[in-house]
């Protein structure tokens, strides 16, 4: 048997990740228990800070976040201790956990918010990058400035900034759904926001408030001592600020979207030669091509499902996000959810004794509202790590807690191509099956309404552009009132619903 060392330090409270969800619920251990030790595990030598935190409304919030120094954090709470190392191994037995330099620590209760890593469409390629992080959007940047074409795969946030910000570059977007977008968006506002795609954009970057602290100083030796591509948190509506994304084509947009296709095969360039396969060149107009073979050699060539190939310089692979839960699972009986997370109860338990999760890492696995439904956004990071906190405080003190407000309603507020996007309830009808009925306003290029609605009784809605209407419809939704003797009325810019429903 081997000789148990002496713990490295030991706490009442361990929080396990430097992200949002980490973060925020180390800060509230902290605020609960001034008198103890908060120890916080994180293997990068930055934290995510929520900063400039605004409610907008009941459930809507609005924050930036930033990378600051660990020292930051410890200097606003003197009682949190940052110790910089990555996991290695949980030994939930004995409440205790093993860190890269081979120290121990000895938790009573500890939160794991180790967050997710982006999945890759092909693991080892040099041609594939995962964007999820700053430091692979700073790697992203380096690549595209000798980029003339590239490939991106993937249909979410990051995907759809990435398309409207790119420029001087060809991109090619391989979509599996009709639509772009399709986590947040059905066709109509995908349409609505397409249109803004093929329009030149305007000259004039909005000043951006998100202050940036980078690691490259610290980076080399970080990096080879957690092994490249392992730190970095997520990033989020604004990631691409500051970065400057132009490949060396002199135009602005040049956008071709494949659609209900995946990635079938990615060839090298010598593996292409040798399977005498033949590439597509970039789609032009729509009129005839002439030229029906791409005679340019590239670095690496993308057969889609939809038969058709595209060489390019390389591949932005944007495709979700994988829970990174490998160095907790070993040994210890987590129950873990379809889609790979450490399930937690309405109290962020895991279904291990002293354990919590929150943030990407865990699986929502209560019995939800009707009109909330998880999805790995930093909103939702910072709310469960919050509460988190709170359910650790109170199984502490012996108190009982009632479930967050928050999660009453999914409410997500962001941008994209510059409008202002609302998402609230079952925005995209999800889980409603056939038994609903939407309702539409849209002013091409200014604002996009749509309502979901279900028994005369808002369930959902998505609002694009300044509308204002996000505190009704919020109301609407949560107070389940039959709107059904309004009709169409309801989205009618000339009724002012405020009036009927403060």
Request: hydrophobic fraction near 40%.
């Given at each position: ?52 935190f605004k ?117 090619i ?18 349409e ?6 093929i ?11 998100r ?34 994304l ?41 009129h ?21 190939i ?23 009986n ?169």
């Amino acid at each position: 048997m081997e000789a148990a060392c002496p713990p490295l330090a030991s706490g009442k409270f361990v929080v396990v990740g430097g992200g949002i969800a980490g973060v925020t619920c180390a800060e509230q251990l902290a605020i609960h228990f001034p008198s103890e030790d908060i120890l916080l595990v994180t293997a990068s030598p930055v934290i995510k800070a929520v900063t400039n935190f605004k409610q907008v409304s009941k459930v809507l919030e609005e924050f930036d976040v930033e990378e600051q120094p660990n020292t930051m954090l410890e200097n606003r709470f003197p009682n949190i201790k940052v110790i910089e190392s990555g996991v290695k191994q949980l030994k939930s037995k004995e409440h205790c956990i093993l860190t890269g330099d081979g120290s121990q620590l000895v938790y009573k209760k500890l939160c794991l918010c180790a967050g997710a890593k982006p999945k890759l469409i092909c693991e080892g390629n040099p041609y594939v990058l995962g964007i999820r992080d700053t430091d692979s959007a700073q790697e992203f940047q380096k690549q595209l400035t000798k980029a003339k074409r590239i490939m991106i795969v993937g249909n979410g946030g990051i995907a759809l900034e990435l398309v409207y910000e790119i420029e001087g570059c060809e991109v090619i977007w391989a979509i599996k759904d009709k639509a772009i977008g399709n986590t947040f968006f059905d066709a109509g506002a995908a349409e609505f926001l397409t249109s803004k795609l093929i329009a030149e954009k305007p000259e004039a970057k909005i000043a951006h408030k998100r202050t940036r602290y980078t690691t490259e100083g610290r980076k080399k030796e970080a990096q080879t001592k957690g092994g490249a591509g392992t730190l970095g948190s997520a990033l989020g509506p604004d990631w691409h600020e500051g970065l400057n994304l132009k490949g060396t084509k002199e135009f602005s947009h040049k956008i071709h979207i494949e659609t209900m296709c995946e990635v079938k095969k990615i060839y090298l360039q010598e593996e292409f030669r040798i399977a005498k396969k033949k590439s597509l060149p970039f789609p032009r107009d729509h009129h005839e091509q002439s030229v029906t073979t791409d005679t340019e050699a590239w670095p690496v060539y993308v057969e889609l499902t939809n038969e058709k190939i595209y060489g390019c310089d390389f591949i932005v692979s944007a495709t979700g996000v994988t829970p990174n839960t490998e160095p907790f699972l070993c040994g210890n009986n987590f129950d873990v959810g379809e889609d790979g997370g450490l399930k937690v109860d309405d109290h962020m338990h895991t279904s291990v004794s002293d354990i919590y999760a929150a943030g990407d890492v865990c699986t929502a696995s209560w019995e939800p509202s009707p009109v909330w439904q998880q999805m790995r956004l930093w909103t939702q990071a910072r709310q469960m790590g919050w509460y988190a906190a709170k359910c650790m405080a109170a199984a502490t003190l012996g108190h009982s807690i009632d479930m967050d407000f928050s999660f009453e309603l999914f409410a997500h507020i962001t941008k994209f191509f510059n409008y202002k996007v609302v998402l609230l309830g079952k925005y995209n009808a999800q889980g409603l099956g056939s038994d609903h009925e939407l309702m539409l306003r849209c002013t091409k290029g200014q604002e996009y309404v749509k309502v979901v609605m279900q028994n005369g009784r808002m369930m959902g809605a998505v609002l694009i552009g300044e509308t204002d209407l996000e505190e009704t419809f919020e109301n609407l939704i949560l107070n389940q009132m039959d709107l059904s003797s309004y009709g169409e009325d309801l989205l009618d810019p000339n009724i002012d619903l405020e009036d009927y429903f403060d």
